[in-house]
Nanobody, 126 residues
Framework: QVQVVESGGGLVQAGGSLRLSCEVSGRTIERYVMGWFRQAPGKEREFVAAITWSGFRSYYADSVKGRFTISRDNAKNLVDLQMTSLKPEDTGIYYC???????????????????WGQGTQVTVSS
């Protein structure tokens, strides 16, 4: 059984940085395309970033492009999300997710991801 566990959330001032980590257990992470999503209070869950199996390609939401970087270490079964120049609108619960299939058309769809973590809270104060 695959387990996905996020860590690294917290409270940070606007302009600051945070690094989120996601650990996959039960199956090797090499099987999965990995993604990060977030959900702000009263809003739908939205795509943040994704990275393909080998890390060759990565995808970002326009709102985070140039500020966030997704990376993976398959040897350690880890995926990270480095967040810089944080804004109050980045506040939300951040979820790590895994999927075994991939198409460009579904790259940003939450429904295309099979396994989810419980989420970690990120709060950016102004």
């Amino acid at each position: 059984q695959v387990q996905v566990v996020e860590s690294g959330g917290g409270l940070v001032q606007a302009g600051g940085s945070l690094r989120l980590s996601c650990e996959v257990s039960g199956r090797t992470i090499e099987r999965y395309v990995m993604g990060w999503f977030r959900q702000a209070p009263g809003k739908e869950r939205e795509f943040v970033a994704a990275i393909t199996w080998s890390g060759f390609r990565s995808y970002y939401a326009d709102s985070v492009k140039g500020r966030f970087t997704i990376s993976r270490d398959n040897a350690k079964n880890l995926v990270d999300l480095q967040m810089t120049s944080l804004k109050p609108e980045d506040t939300g619960i951040y979820y790590c997710a895994a999927r075994t299939t991939w198409t460009e058309a579904t790259a940003r769809l939450a429904t295309a991801f099979d396994h989810w973590g419980q989420g970690t809270q990120v709060t950016v104060s102004s």
